[in-house]
Antibody, heavy 120, light 110 residues
Framework: QVQLVESGGGVVQPGRSLRLSCAAS????????MHWVRQAPGKGLEWVAV????????YNADSVKGRFTLSRDNSKNTVYLQMNSLRREDTAVYYC?????????????WGQGTTVTVSS | QSALTQPASVSGSPGQSVIISCTGA?????????VSWYQQHPGKAPKLLIY???DRPSGVSSRFSGSKSGNTASLTISGLQAEDEADYYC??????????FGGGTKVTVV
């Protein structure tokens, strides 16, 4: 079945780095753009970043620009979120999500989420 | 860019219809037909209900429908059911290729 599994979350000190991974299965990964969305404790959803199907285009939210970098390995069906210079306000559950169609917009498959806690 | 604006809460009785609004700007909702809606139950990942303003993914109930007028999109839940009690979020594509979410609306079935 179509599935996304995130990993790499944990507790990290402010200013340090963390890399999240999202492994996809059950669909042709290389055809779809992939998103990262986060949700701070008790708060709403916040869009973080998107990477195009081939990795040639990447866009980030202003809140993470210059600190977070997206990449993907279509041979491994995996997308990565490299998070540098982490701040306390980056504490959240991080979800990866698949674009609903190659040409449409919307996220139809979500992972279970991985928790990132930035704390000293 | 600022988040899209949604009402904090909406309520209705079983069987009724409720409408959730999502107000943006000409740089997002007003120009692009890329509005999506999500349902999220506590402790769960979001679920896509509507994409591209009014398209429903397979498996999503026809009780959920979407529309757009100007800078405002709307989600209508018809025939409200107890299991519809959840948080709902809108999202839009923007002129800078990013996405924006709304602040979320809590739907209560009274």
């Amino acid at each position: 079945q179509v599935q996304l599994v995130e990993s790499g979350g944990g507790v990290v000190q402010p200013g340090r780095s963390l890399r999240l991974s999202c492994a996809a299965s059950g669909f042709t990964f290389s055809h779809y753009a992939m998103h990262w969305v986060r949700q701070a404790p008790g708060k709403g959803l916040e869009w973080v970043a998107v990477i195009s199907y081939d990795g040639s285009n990447k866009y980030n939210a202003d809140s993470v620009k210059g600190r977070f970098t997206l990449s993907r390995d279509n041979s491994k069906n995996t997308v990565y979120l490299q998070m540098n210079s982490l701040r306390r306000e980056d504490t959240a559950v991080y979800y990866c999500a698949k674009t609903v169609t190659p040409s449409g917009d919307g996220m139809d498959v979500w992972g279970q989420g991985t928790t990132v806690t930035v704390s000293s | 860019q600022s988040a899209l604006t949604q009402p904090a809460s909406v309520s209705g009785s079983p069987g009724q219809s409720v409408i959730i609004s999502c107000t943006g700007a000409s740089s997002n909702i007003g120009t692009y037909n890329y509005v999506s809606w999500y349902q999220q139950h506590p402790g769960k990942a979001p679920k896509l209900l509507i994409y591209d303003v009014s398209d429903r993914p397979s498996g999503v109930s026809s009780r959920f429908s979407g529309s757009k007028s100007g800078n405002t999109a709307s989600l209508t839940i018809s025939g409200l059911q107890a299991e519809d009690e959840a948080d709902y979020y809108c999202s839009s594509y923007t002129s800078t290729y990013t996405r924006l979410f709304g602040g979320g609306t809590k739907v209560t079935v009274v």
